[in-house]
């Protein structure tokens, strides 16, 4: 039976974000060799993000941005910074993108719409039982232009919870709120295999701390890129032997030529005397 794929990553910065974007939105990538660019109208977006990640998540931060300003108003100037100074320099992640997916042979003679429906349901696993919301949902797509169907659903994990310093309860963006540690991402995963089977989707969950050397999406890419990357640095390599080669053809050449010049000149001397 097809195996489903679900993982999580954390966003660390603003540029990381905008960086996800381009390949998210834009099809951008400099390692990523499997997007077909042809094929990029058939994607499948669930919940748009207007085209710009950045916008997108000043749009979702914005009280989070009020509530920074406000803090600033009475914080010693020499402590005081911008807020995305604030969100950038801070240990937790700006934003996190979860992978959904499945092992290749699930998604063979399935429809576009029988996709997007699987889709459909990997998104409400993330609004439904994480407990996302749905409103800080930057962006969701399905890419139907790689080698397997996988859904990006990037988010910005913010939160209410109690402030013991300030005594009161304040936003921020937290990913460990809703997924603390790996037996809870271990949990989330059996729940999300669960969720699918509820509703009619059978795919079966991968072995636990089985140690397999399972390639998921992400690590398939890593591959890929790796063999692309010597390929191109043997290219390079038999380039740099032949420019060797030939510019040391060019220098026995001129050193010829310069020897065939100078016997020349001596003849002509010795025309003189």
């Not at 990029?40 to 710009?52: A, D, P, Q, V």
């Not at 996709?115 to 399905?142: C, P, Y």
């Not at 699918?196 to 998921?216: F, P, Q, T, V, Y």
Request: hydrophobic fraction near 30%.
């Amino acid at each position: 039976m097809a195996k489903a794929i679900f993982r999580v990553s954390g966003i660390k910065t603003t540029s990381d974000l905008r960086g996800i974007g381009k390949h998210n939105v834009d099809r951008i990538s400099e390692t990523n060799f499997d997007i077909d660019r042809e094929r990029s109208n058939e994607n499948i977006t669930l919940k748009n993000c207007g085209g710009n990640y950045g916008l997108r998540f000043e749009e979702i931060t914005r009280d989070l941005k009020i509530q920074h300003d406000e803090q600033m108003k009475t914080t010693r100037k020499s402590r005081q910074k911008s807020f995305l100074d604030k969100v950038n320099e801070d240990k937790a992640d700006v934003a996190c993108e979860f992978l959904m997916s499945a092992s290749p042979e699930y998604f063979k003679g399935k429809s576009h719409d029988e996709v997007r429906e699987w889709a459909q349901m990997s998104l409400d696993f993330i609004t439904k039982k994480i407990g996302i919301e749905e409103k800080n949902i930057l962006h969701a797509v399905v890419h139907m232009d790689e080698k397997t169907p996988h859904l990006h659903v990037v988010a910005v994990p913010l939160v209410e919870k109690y402030d013991g310093r300030r005594k009161k309860d304040v936003l921020a963006i937290s990913r460990k709120h809703f997924i603390k540690n790996r037996d809870e991402m271990a949990q989330v995963q059996t729940d999300y295999v669960d969720h699918l089977k509820e509703n009619g989707i059978d795919l079966e969950r991968g072995m636990e701390k089985s140690g397999a050397k399972h390639l998921d999406v992400a690590r398939f890419k890593i591959q890929k890129t790796e063999e692309r990357l010597k390929t191109i640095e043997r290219e390079l390599s038999e380039k740099s032997f032949e420019m060797t080669k030939l510019k040391s053809e060019k220098e026995s050449l001129e050193n010829e030529k310069n020897y065939q010049n100078k016997m020349l000149l001596v003849e002509k001397t010795n025309l003189w005397k």
